[in-house]
C-alpha cells in the first residue's frame, strides 16, 4: 500500500467513533491537559495524535487539542466519516473556537484515478467527489480540501498531461468558487510514480487554472525531500500557497526530531505572513515520535520550543 494512503488509513482507524457525543467539553480534556499554550502559528493535530491523553472518544481528541492550544484541526478521512459525525464535529469546533483544516478529496483511489490521462471516467469519479465535498465543507465549516492529481502517464507527453490536470481543476473550480471554498494541490514524495511532486510545479498549474479557489498546500516534508531550499521555493511560490503542512525529516514526527530547522522556516513563514496580511493553518500530517502518554506530551512540547522563537 502506498505509505499515504496507509497514513491516512492509519489516521482515521486509530480514533474510535464509539461514544462520540457522550463526554462533555471540561472532562478529558481537562484531566489531560498541559498548561494551555498560546501558540503564535495556527497548528491543527489530527484524530488519533493525542489518544493515549484525551482517550477514544472524537470529540474528547478536539476538547484536548483546544486546552492546550491547538487552534486548527485537520482531518484527511472526513469524507468516510457519516454526515451525523461530521456535523458533530463542526459544531464541536464552533464550540471550542477552532478552525477546520484540510479533508482530502479522495476519488476512490486519489492516485490511480489520475487525472493526467484526460480519461473521462477519472475525471467525472473526481469532479462528483468534488460536489460532495461542498457539502462536507458546509457540515464541518471546512474550506480546504486536498487534492492530487493521481500517477504520471508515461505513455503521454508532460504537457499533454499538464493540460489534462489544468482542465480538470479549471472545472473543479467552477464546483468551489460559488460557496468560496479552496482546493490545495500537494505535491507529494511518496514515489516516483506520482505526476505532482514540485512546487514550481504547483505553481505553474495554479497560475493556469487561475481561480482564487485553486492553491497550493505545502507539505514542508515532502518538499525537503523532493527540492529542498525550503525558504526560497517557499518565496517563488508564495502568492499561490494556501496551506501548510509539517513533518520532519527523515521519519515523518514532529520538528526537532529530524533535519529541518522549523524554527527558522517558521520564523520565515511568520514574518512574511505578518507583512503581507494573511494567515495559514498548519497542519500536522505527521506520526508521534515517542509513544504513550509521555510521547504525546513530548509533541507538544517540540511545537511550543519552535513556536517561542516567532
Avoid at 57 to 69: H, K, S, T
Avoid at 177 to 198: A, C, I, K, T
Avoid at 236 to 245: G, P, R, T, V
Avoid at 285 to 291: I, V
Wanted: with cysteine; proline share 3%; net charge neutral.
Amino acid at each position: 500500500m502506498d505509505s499515504r494512503r496507509s497514513f491516512l488509513k492509519s489516521t482515521f482507524t486509530s480514533a474510535s467513533l464509539l461514544g462520540i457525543g457522550g463526554i462533555p467539553l471540561t472532562s478529558l480534556a481537562a484531566d489531560g491537559a498541559t498548561e494551555k499554550y498560546n501558540f503564535n502559528l495556527s497548528y491543527a493535530p489530527h484524530f488519533g495524535m493525542f489518544k493515549e491523553s484525551a482517550g477514544a472518544d472524537l470529540l474528547a481528541q478536539l476538547d484536548f487539542m483546544a486546552a492546550n492550544g491547538f487552534r486548527s484541526f485537520e482531518d484527511n478521512g472526513m469524507m468516510d466519516r457519516t454526515p451525523d459525525i461530521q456535523k458533530k464535529i463542526g459544531e464541536r469546533l464552533a464550540k471550542l473556537n477552532m478552525d477546520m483544516g484540510v479533508f482530502v478529496i479522495d476519488a476512490g483511489d486519489n492516485w490511480k484515478t489520475s487525472l493526467t490521462t484526460g480519461k473521462k471516467e477519472f475525471n467525472d469519479a473526481f469532479l462528483k467527489r468534488c460536489k460532495e465535498a461542498v457539502e462536507v465543507a458546509k457540515r464541518v465549516n471546512g474550506k480546504y480540501m486536498t487534492v492530487v492529481p493521481g500517477y504520471f502517464a508515461r505513455e503521454l507527453p508532460l504537457g499533454i498531461q499538464t493540460g489534462n490536470v489544468i482542465e480538470t481543476y479549471k472545472r473543479a473550480a467552477e464546483i468551489f468558487e460559488p460557496h468560496g471554498l479552496v482546493m490545495v494541490m500537494e505535491p507529494l514524495s511518496d514515489n516516483p510514480d506520482l505526476f505532482l511532486r514540485h512546487s514550481d510545479q504547483s505553481y505553474m498549474i495554479c497560475k493556469a487554472v487561475g481561480s482564487s479557489t485553486c492553491k497550493i498546500l505545502f507539505d514542508i516534508y515532502h518538499m525537503q525531500k523532493n527540492e529542498g531550499r525550503l525558504i526560497q521555493h517557499i518565496n517563488w511560490a508564495w502568492d499561490e500557497i494556501a496551506y501548510f503542512q509539517i513533518g520532519d525529516e527523515p521519519g515523518r514526527k514532529e520538528p526537532t526530531t529530524g533535519e529541518i530547522n522549523y524554527k527558522n522556516v517558521f520564523k520565515h513563514i511568520y514574518q512574511k505572513a505578518k507583512e503581507s496580511g494573511r494567515s495559514f493553518i498548519f497542519g500536522m500530517e505527521h506520526g508521534n515520535f515517542g509513544k504513550g502518554a509521555e510521547g504525546e506530551k513530548a509533541l507538544i512540547n517540540a511545537y511550543k520550543e519552535v513556536d517561542k522563537f516567532l
